[in-house]
């Protein structure tokens, strides 16, 4: 068994990835330039995998979906096609929102480094939450939610996709690690409350509970937007500690991933073949 991980393991696998912690705003077009602007700054530092954060392109909040919203392939997943292929990356382009057939979705789009669509990951758990006299904000109302896992591969290794609300469900982490993948990439928007509470938390709880690199992408801290997000996006390695991670402000963060390191982690704790599957198990319930 410990053979077999060696020789998967052998040829030292490391690579670099990028968050970018974009400052949006109101106006998409100057926002997607910006966008081009830091892929392109973060594939000239070395970055294979590139991540723009949630709602990069509109502001965040069920007010804008719909003017926001665009087909995929549309104007701005053009714009993320294009730029994946000229800077030779994959792109996990955040999210935007997306119309298709009269239903909106938090959409993110992935290219890969010829500029081709790879996946739609549609964010699956809708944010509900009405405390009364307090604060009101349904999802629901404007976005559909999708029903599909969404994993890609890489030269390096898979990666699992989810949005934001989508990190709080350990079950979908775990699923993409059952799949074999070993970076799990979450574009989000943790508010002002949220943020400092749990954002740092639940991404290193599903990069311990499931031994992998966990990747975080929230837009830049904007005090004047109707929604303020907490920012801080971050890589997490599989033992659990932050490599690297954003203030408030516009930043693109880096991390090497070492693939190796990850095959030592799980090799040290091997919680994956002590399992109790005679006990209990998590399966999707439906295969894409
Ligand atoms: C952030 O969202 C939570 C609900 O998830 C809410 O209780 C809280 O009031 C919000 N905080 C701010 C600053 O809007
Ligand atoms: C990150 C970025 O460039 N955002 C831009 C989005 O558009 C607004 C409005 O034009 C600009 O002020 C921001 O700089």
Redesign the pocket.
């Known amino acids: 068994k410990k053979q077999v991980d060696r020789v998967v393991f052998f040829c030292d696998i490391e690579f670099r990835l990028a968050v970018i912690q974009l400052h949006v705003t109101k106006v998409k077009a100057d926002n997607l330039s910006r966008a081009r602007g830091l892929v392109k700054e973060a594939a000239r530092e070395g970055a294979k995998i590139v991540v723009l954060p949630e709602c990069f392109n509109s502001p965040y909040g069920s007010s804008f979906f719909p003017e926001y919203a665009e087909k995929i392939p549309g104007e701005s997943s053009q714009v993320l096609s294009e730029v994946a292929k000229e800077n030779r990356v994959f792109l996990v382009g955040g999210s935007l929102p997306e119309e298709d057939t009269g239903k909106l979705y938090n959409t993110c789009p992935v290219f890969g480094p010829d500029g081709g669509l790879l996946l739609k990951h549609r964010k699956i758990h809708l944010f509900d ?1 009405d ?1 009364p006299g ?2 009101r904000f349904q999802e629901s109302e404007t976005l559909s939610p999708g029903s599909s896992l969404s994993v890609f591969e890489t030269p390096y290794c898979k990666v699992g996709v989810g949005i934001c609300y989508d990190m709080r469900f350990a079950e979908l982490a775990q699923l993409y690690t059952k799949k074999g993948c070993q970076l799990l990439v979450y574009p989000g928007a943790f ?4 943020g400092p509470a749990h954002w740092e938390l639940l991404q290193r709880a599903r990069a311990l509970d499931n031994q992998v690199y966990v990747a975080t992408a929230s837009p830049a801290r904007d005090e004047a937007a109707s929604y303020v997000a907490w920012g801080h996006s971050s890589v997490v390695n599989p033992w659990g500690e932050v490599l690297s991670k954003a203030g408030s402000e516009e930043a693109i963060v880096y991390a090497d991933i070492d693939l190796e390191y990850l095959a030592d982690v799980r090799q040290q704790i091997p919680i994956n073949t002590q399992r109790r599957a005679d006990l209990y198990t998590v399966k999707a319930v439906q295969e894409e």
């Open positions: 939450i405390v307090k604060i508010n002002m409350t949220t």
